[in-house]
Each structure stands twice: as C-alpha cells, then as structure tokens.
C-alpha cells in the first residue's frame, strides 16, 4: 500500500475537503508545489489557482482557490483557503470604504464618547425589558 | 350589533399583530438552524489556524511578529459587532452595556479608544452618543462574507502597525444555547499564546516561503480576521435565537391579551342582551 498523508482544505466559511491523499498540487506563490507523504515542514502563500488532490491513480479533486496558506507537517497539509481574492491594493480599497461609510453618517460627531446619555438609553431599555418580563409573570 | 364595536376592533388588530410576531417567530427558528451550522462550518478554519500558530510558536522563526508582542497600553482598538435590525430583545442592549462598563473602565486607567463597528445596531448607537467611529460596515445579511469586514479590521491592524492602538479587541455575543447569549470580550492582539505542552522532536522549524516575515505577516492578518468574522458568525445565530425567544413571547403575550379582551367584549354583549330582554319584558308587563 502506498503511504498517504491527510490533506484538510478549510476556508473561513466552510469546511471544503477533508481526507487521505497520496500526493497534493498547489499553487504556491513561487510556483506550483507538489507534496508527498514525509515531506520536510513548510508553510507558504498560495496564489489564486487550482489545489488538486490526487487520493489515488483514479480518484483526483481539484479545488479553485482564490489564494490563502498551506501548511505541511510530515503526515498533515492544511489548506487555508480565501474566499476572495486578496491584494494589498484591494484590501486597501476595502479599509477607505469601510471608513467611509463610517464618516458620512457622522458629521457631528465629537469624539467624545456621552456615558450618562448611553447608560440612560440602555437603562431605559434594559427596564422596558424587565417590565415586559414582569408582565408576564404576572399574567400567568 | 353595535355592542363593543371597539373591543372587537382592538381583538382584530391584536390578532393580527400575533400573526406578524409569529411568523417573524418560525422566520427567526429556521434561520437559527442556518445560522447555527454556518457557526460549525466556520469552526474547522479557527481550529486549523490556532493549530499552525501554535506550530509556529514551537518552531524557531528568526523573525519574532508584532501581534505577539506585549507593549505599553495607551490606547486600545475596539471592534464591536451588533446586529443590523432591532426586535431581537436586549441583545444589543446587553452587549451596548458590557461594552460601556469596560469603556468607563479604559477612560479611568487613562486610555483611549478607537471603536469600529460591524452592525447598524452598533454604528447607530455609538455615533448617537458622539463616539469617533473610525470605520463601519453595514447591512452584512444573514449570510456575512469575509470580504465584508476585511476593510474594518484592516483600519485596525493598520492602526496597530502605526502605534496607534496597542492593543485590540473584538467584542460580540457568544452562542451558548437557544436561551443564553453572553455578551463577550475578546483580546486579539497581542495574541494570547496557548500553553506550550505539546511535545515536539527537539529544535525544527518550516520551510518558508516566499520569506518568514511575509508568511507570518499574512498568517496573523488571516488569523485576526478569522476570530473576527467567527464573532460575526456567532453573533448572527444570537441575534435569531434572541429574535426567535423575543417573537415567541410576543405572540404568547399577544394571545393572552386577546383572551382577556374577549371575555370583557363576552360580557358586555351578555349585558346588552340582558338589558335587552329586561327591557323587552318591561315593555310588556307595560302593556
């Protein structure tokens, strides 16, 4: 029997494959890599591309991954998948968007975090709740 | 008959309320059940990353990543998640004060905060009290992406590369059951290392490519956003569980108003017809 190493492919949302393998092909971000049972530790950034795992001369999965990390341990490969295609620039553009959207509803804003307004608006809510609660107690 | 026209009316509009509160109720318990097992999906990604951390604590990089180093505190990042729509109890209620305490707290100790938040619930409250948000996402759906919440966390790390923020925290509501929510607070930089028990072969460390500094750069970003967007999927189940238990006691609330209301527009009509044959009799005996 041929030797086999385990092979985990996980994305932020979901759990994508999980099994035996006995060799797997991916697109690392210096070239496509192919990893064996045994193979030294290494750990390397994926670049957009295809992981294929090759169970065994007829069984193969090729999975599309947007980009991500693997991981080698000798008996284990982890996959990290992205779910979307990451850059630098386009994280950037993320980050302006996401502070934008945060400064167009705040035009009077005073930095200043008002405690007694916020503990009087949570009280209020907080005993609009309890008052609920003991309403129906009561009601029982 | 014109007897308790206005009770009749008020009973018709109550019923028709406990109609909306219970279908938003069977809404919120099918989406509970989606909600929940995209909380188990997520689950193998967190568990996966907190492994290859922990292998890397092990091994020896020459290059030592800012997220697990301790500095100074003077000012903390903070990422709160809400919900982005209310009717959910006091959810957001009791998240919004846990929130503050440990605000009031950090203001004592003399630091200062930087707040981004995920949710409407969040973002209204916050901007209301006149907080500086430094970054915002909105309207995220039942169903988040990662995507969604990468411009947020990137304002913090960013903020954290720059000295900014020492520290940085995430705060949201833990999943304990159907009936439980537990609002929580969560430290994310600098990461908590794990114990260090497990055994490894003496002195080994990774092939890395393209360089150290780049991988652990990437690993930590993906790792910080991961925790993130698992609190995101968590608070999400909270929110329908909290929706579910909040319709199903307005729909109970709303069936015993009801029964009230009907006995009275019961006994009023009982006391028309009375009145009715009391006069009808009167009338005769007249005669």
């Not at chain 2, 279908?23 to 919120?28: P, S, T």
């Not at chain 2, 922990?54 to 003077?74: F, G, V």
């Not at chain 2, 006091?90 to 440990?102: D, E, M, P, Q, V």
Request: proline share 3%; with cysteine; glycine share 6%.
């Amino acid at each position: 029997m041929t030797m086999t190493i385990h092979v985990d492919i996980v994305s932020a949302e979901q759990e994508i494959y999980s099994g035996q393998a006995e060799m797997v092909f991916a697109p690392a971000l210096l070239g496509e890599v192919g990893i064996a049972p045994r193979h030294a530790p290494l750990i390397t950034m994926l670049m957009p591309g295809e992981v294929r795992v090759k169970v065994d001369e007829e069984e193969d999965h090729a999975f599309f991954v947007s980009g991500g990390m693997l991981e080698v341990q000798p008996h284990v490969v982890t996959v990290l998948a992205d779910t979307a295609i990451r850059a630098k620039d386009i994280d950037e553009a993320a980050a302006l968007e996401a502070k934008a959207k945060a400064e167009e509803e705040l035009a009077d804003r005073s930095g200043q975090i008002d405690y007694a307004r916020a503990q009087a608006q949570l009280a209020e809510a907080i005993m609009q709740l309890r008052t609920l609660d003991r309403l129906r107690k009561r009601g029982r | 008959m014109a007897v308790g026209k206005e009770i009749r009316t008020k009973i018709t509009s109550i019923k028709n309320t406990q109609k909306i509160t219970r279908a938003m109720e069977m809404v919120a318990a099918s989406k509970m059940r989606k909600t929940q097992n995209r909380m188990q999906a997520t689950r193998p990604y967190a568990v996966k990353m907190a492994q290859i951390i922990k292998h890397l604590a092990h091994a020896n990089p020459e290059y030592r990543h800012p997220y697990l180093q301790e500095r100074t505190t003077r000012r903390v990042g903070v990422i709160i998640i809400s919900s982005d729509r209310g009717l959910c109890g006091g959810l957001n209620a009791n998240l919004f004060r846990k929130t503050i305490t440990r605000f009031k707290q950090w203001e004592k100790d003399g630091i200062g905060i930087e707040l981004c938040t995920i949710g409407s619930k969040a973002s209204g409250f916050f901007s209301n009290l006149g907080a500086n948000i430094s970054g915002q996402a909105l309207k995220l759906g039942d169903t988040p992406h990662l995507q969604d919440i990468i411009g947020v966390i990137k304002i913090m790390l960013d903020a954290y590369a720059e000295g900014k923020i020492d520290e940085l925290h995430v705060i949201y509501n833990e999943f304990i059951n159907t009936m439980t929510q537990q609002p929580t607070v969560q430290q994310l930089i600098p990461v908590r290392q794990a114990e260090q028990i497990e055994e490894f072969p003496e002195h080994w460390d990774y092939i890395y490519e393209p360089d150290a500094k780049e991988v652990l750069d990437n690993l930590m970003t993906r790792y910080i956003e991961s925790i993130v967007y698992q609190g995101l999927v968590e608070n999400n189940a909270c929110e329908q569980a909290a929706r579910m238990v909040a319709m199903k006691s307005a729909s109970d609330n709303a069936g015993k108003l009801i029964d009230e209301l009907q006995l009275v527009y019961n006994k009023a009509r009982q006391a028309a017809i009375t009145q009715e044959i009391s006069e009808i009799v009167a009338g005769a005996a007249a005669v």
